[in-house]
């Protein structure tokens, strides 16, 4: 990775209650780039994206210890809204707004930012459909509820409407989970464009989908971090044996 990360973790600790959850991740995250994070199912990877914009803190008991810094920035010494505002995040189920149009879920969040004008709502609702790869799909149809679009229609509306805030940072938590190969591979490429404007990190316990989307890797496990580096490296030369024994299928 060259020149300064985008975002860094120091010392990230979390818990639920008295249950810790990570143990000192201290993890570079560069921009314009893919970074997946990996390991089995409950060793910290949705944990870990969820503490980037202090998403975590909002769990009643939950709390964080450590530093999480955006471009030098200690994000614990930021209005929380605007964190929000420049690291935004899509979740494993499609989840648009109920009961709004397509237009208006994207639309959403340019309101909150004090967006009001009818032309530059148009604009950019138009322009995070365009990035979101679904504007072809939905021009002619953008009073119809959000709900109505198909599973994987309704994932890429749920990265336009993080993508319509011009965040600085996209976070995917397992984003492909929930679809079919077709819509799969529609966000995998998507995903492949966004790493020219955004510092992307995606949260996948499919490792193939890993190797195909990201440039670099992050692999979790009991809520440490292993290894971390070029994806090419850490499934094909791993320096630990567990990194090996994890990419290779032989755990257990």
């Given at each position: 990775?060259?020149?300064?990360?985008?975002?860094?973790?120091?010392?990230?600790?979390?818990?639920?209650?008295?249950?810790?959850?990570?143990?000192?991740?201290?993890?570079?995250?560069?921009?314009?780039?893919?970074?997946?994070?990996?390991?089995?199912?409950?060793?910290?990877?949705?944990?870990?994206?969820?503490?980037?914009?202090?998403?975590?803190?909002?769990?009643?008991?939950?709390?964080?210890?450590?530093?999480?810094?955006?471009?030098?920035?200690?994000?614990?010494?930021?209005?929380?809204?605007?964190?929000?505002?420049?690291?935004?995040?899509?979740?494993?189920?499609?989840?648009?707004?109920?009961?709004?149009?397509?237009?208006?879920?994207?639309?959403?969040?340019?309101?909150l930012l004090g967006?009001?004008?009818?032309?530059?709502?148009?604009?950019?609702?138009?322009?995070?459909?365009?990035?979101?790869?679904?504007?072809?799909?939905?021009e002619e149809i953008?009073?119809?509820?959000?709900?109505?679009?198909?599973?994987?229609?309704?994932?890429?509306?749920?990265?336009?409407?993080?993508?319509?805030?011009?965040?600085?940072?996209?976070?995917?938590?397992?984003?492909?989970?929930?679809?079919?190969?077709?819509?799969?591979?529609?966000?995998?490429?998507?995903?492949?464009?966004?790493?020219?404007?955004?510092?992307?990190?995606?949260?996948?316990?499919?490792?193939?989908?890993?190797?195909?989307?990201?440039?670099?890797?992050?692999?979790?496990?009991?809520?440490?971090?292993?290894?971390?580096?070029?994806?090419?490296?850490?499934?094909?030369?791993?320096?630990?044996?567990?990194?090996?024994?994890?990419?290779?299928?032989?755990?257990?």
């Open positions: 990775m060259n020149g300064e990360p985008k975002i860094r973790t120091v010392d990230l600790n979390a818990w639920y209650g008295r249950k810790q959850a990570l143990y000192d991740i201290s993890l570079d995250v560069p921009d314009h780039a893919v970074t997946a994070v990996i390991g089995p199912s409950g060793c910290g990877k949705s944990t870990f994206l969820r503490c980037l914009n202090r998403l975590h803190e909002e769990i009643p008991r939950a709390r964080v210890s450590g530093t999480i810094l955006l471009d030098g920035e200690d994000l614990a010494k930021k209005d929380v809204v605007s964190v929000r505002f420049r690291v935004g995040m899509v979740f494993q189920k499609p989840s648009p707004f109920p009961n709004m149009s397509i237009f208006e879920n994207v639309a959403a969040g340019l309101r967006v009001h004008r009818h032309d530059e709502l148009d604009n950019g609702v138009v322009d995070a459909l365009q990035h979101a790869g679904l504007w072809e799909e939905v953008l009073d119809a509820p959000g709900t109505s679009l198909s599973g994987g229609q309704q994932q890429r509306l749920c990265i336009a409407r993080a993508l319509a805030v011009r965040p600085e940072v996209l976070l995917l938590d397992e984003p492909c989970s929930a679809l079919d190969p077709i819509a799969t591979a529609k966000i995998e490429n998507l995903i492949a464009k966004l790493r020219s404007d955004y510092a992307v990190i995606v949260v996948t316990h499919n490792l193939a989908q890993a190797t195909r989307v990201s440039d670099f890797t992050a692999f979790l496990y009991l809520g440490k971090l292993v290894e971390s580096g070029p994806t090419d490296q850490v499934f094909h030369r791993p320096v630990e044996k567990l990194t090996e024994n994890y990419v290779n299928g032989r755990f257990g």
